[in-house]
């Protein structure tokens, strides 16, 4: 593996013949993500053709075209799907998908469960901002309640879906969630979810203040950042604090990790039973 930090590093991974800067809004920390993606793959020594990433739509969905891996950018919401296929028809290559939360918790929500359900081997990073932001500014189903966007103008009345507590019940083996402020942090996430067997899932908390933190009275993206820094906290220290102190943090780390082998794996082993391999 060449040894290679920073901004050689990542230029590394991107395709030259793409147009940059990107089309993230200054302050988005889609970028951040990018990143961190990067450094992870590099981290574990695999090769570019050894990996694919799969996308769907929205402003998660650009970073599959900026970077030299095998890259699918699919339909709203359909993005799992992709990669069930690919996973299946390629055991070999590790899959990663990345969505928004809007296009994996809404339109792709019940794909989502289904692979959880499966424990198909892919990686999901799902870039949670809270927002559908390149359309707009809608809600989406984890904008929380009481928060105000393009179709709650006079705030969420809705209960917000939790991530982690969605993939832990529909029983992924690994189950994370980072922030893009600590990023170091991030980086190990995404190093542990391709590595673990079966499916994985890292949801990042990632600001939006284009269309979220503008209504939402934070006046700039630092804003953002430094709610980010105080509020979300490691999942050890939340779980001392009393239930009304619990309700104004939100917990990061690992909450499920598992090696149970992934769909393709028992797939291939049935495979080779029924030929008489074993």
Request: net charge positive; charged share 20%.
């Amino acid at each position: 593996m060449v040894d290679m930090k920073g901004t050689q590093l990542i230029h590394e991974y991107l395709r030259h013949n793409k147009k940059f800067p990107h089309v993230f809004c200054a302050g988005c920390g889609h970028g951040i993500v990018l990143g961190s993606l990067i450094r992870s793959i590099h981290g574990l020594g695999l090769s570019k053709d050894e990996v694919c990433v799969v996308a769907g739509i929205g402003c998660s969905g650009r970073l599959a075209a900026y970077v030299d891996f095998n890259t699918v950018h699919t339909t709203h919401g359909r993005a799992l799907t992709f990669a069930t296929g690919i996973k299946m028809a390629k055991p070999g290559m590790h899959v990663i998908v990345v969505m928004g939360d809007g296009d994996s918790m809404a339109i792709g929500g019940n794909h989502l469960i289904h692979a959880a359900r499966r424990n198909i081997g892919v990686t999901a990073l799902i870039l949670n901002n809270n927002i559908y932001g390149m359309t707009g500014g809608q809600c989406s189903p984890t904008t929380p309640s009481g928060s105000f966007s393009m179709t709650t103008p006079m705030g969420q009345m809705e209960q917000s879906f939790d991530c982690v507590e969605l993939c832990s019940a529909a029983k992924a083996n690994y189950v994370a969630r980072g922030t893009v402020f600590h990023v170091k942090k991030l980086d190990k996430m995404i190093m542990d979810g391709i590595s673990n067997p079966g499916f994985g899932v890292v949801e990042i908390l990632t600001p939006c203040h284009t269309q979220y933190g503008r209504k939402n009275k934070y006046k700039t993206p630092v804003d953002m950042y430094k709610t980010l820094k105080k509020d979300v906290i490691d999942i050890d220290r939340y779980n001392k604090l009393s239930e009304a102190d619990k309700a104004k943090k939100v917990p990061s780390g690992v909450f499920v990790q598992k090696d149970e082998p992934g769909l393709e794996e028992k797939f291939y082993e049935m495979a080779a039973n029924c030929q008489g391999g074993l």
